[in-house]
Structure formats: structure tokens, C-alpha cells
């Protein structure tokens, strides 16, 4: 499956933002969906993830009540809505995806064998 992601940009503190990944391939109804990012000299960090199914998700305890996930299977699309930005926000967002990940497993980067080639968000203070 190829990923790609989109909508990423320069914001202020406070403001919202859509991250969409749109998939392409097998079919998308299958992939358990993350989001994870990268900020500059840090490692990369599990942000969100939902199940193929939808229903289930988990978010990292530095986006819960911020973030959302959400998927439209019929439209081979995940999406990452950020609100409330803050400035520790900063960093490149990848999409990612695997059939059937773990449940305790969907926060871990290396439980995911496919990757979007990432959109940077900026949160100036």
C-alpha cells in the first residue's frame, strides 16, 4: 500500500489543523492507521492509531483530548485533526499502516511496515 500525506503547515498556537493520508493499493479496509512524528533531534513518537474496523483508537498522552483520528474506508483516507495547537506540537507527521497490528501494539513505530513520506507542522508561539 502507498501512503501519502497532506496538510500539513504553518500555524500559531491555538489553531487547528487537518493532517489527511490518502492510501492507495490493497484494500485500505484491512490496515490498522497511525499517525506518528518526528521533531527535529528527537526520535520519532506514536501520536494516533485507529483499527481497521474503526471504533478502536489510541492517542499518546501528549495529544489525548487534542487530537483526533478518524478513517473513511470508502475513500481510502485517514485523518489527523489537531487542535489547540502548542509550539511542542512542531514536526514532521507520517501516516502509516499494517493489516492487523496488535492492539497492544498500535503505538509502536516498528509494528509498521508501510510509511508516508511525512508533512511538516509548524506552531509558532
Known amino acids: 500500500v502507498q501512503l501519502q500525506a497532506s496538510g500539513g503547515g504553518l500555524v500559531q498556537a491555538g489553531d487547528s489543523l487537518r493532517l489527511s493520508c490518502a492510501a492507495s493499493?490493497?484494500?485500505?479496509?484491512?490496515?490498522?492507521m497511525a499517525w506518528f512524528r518526528q521533531a527535529p533531534g528527537k526520535e520519532r513518537e506514536f501520536v494516533a492509531a485507529m483499527r481497521y474496523r474503526g471504533g478502536t483508537t489510541r492517542y499518546s498522552d501528549s495529544v489525548k483530548g487534542r487530537f483526533t483520528i478518524s478513517r473513511d474506508n470508502a475513500e481510502n483516507m485517514v485523518y489527523l485533526q489537531m487542535n489547540s495547537l502548542k509550539p511542542d506540537d512542531t514536526a514532521v507527521y507520517y501516516c502509516?499502516?499494517?493489516?492487523?497490528?496488535?492492539?497492544?501494539?498500535?503505538?509502536?513505530?516498528?509494528?509498521?511496515?508501510?510509511w508516508g513520506q511525512g508533512t511538516l507542522v509548524t506552531v509558532s508561539s
Open positions: 502509516a499502516a499494517k493489516p492487523r497490528v496488535a492492539l497492544s501494539a498500535l503505538g509502536l513505530h516498528s509494528s509498521y511496515d508501510y
Open positions: 493499493g490493497r484494500p485500505f479496509r484491512d490496515y490498522d
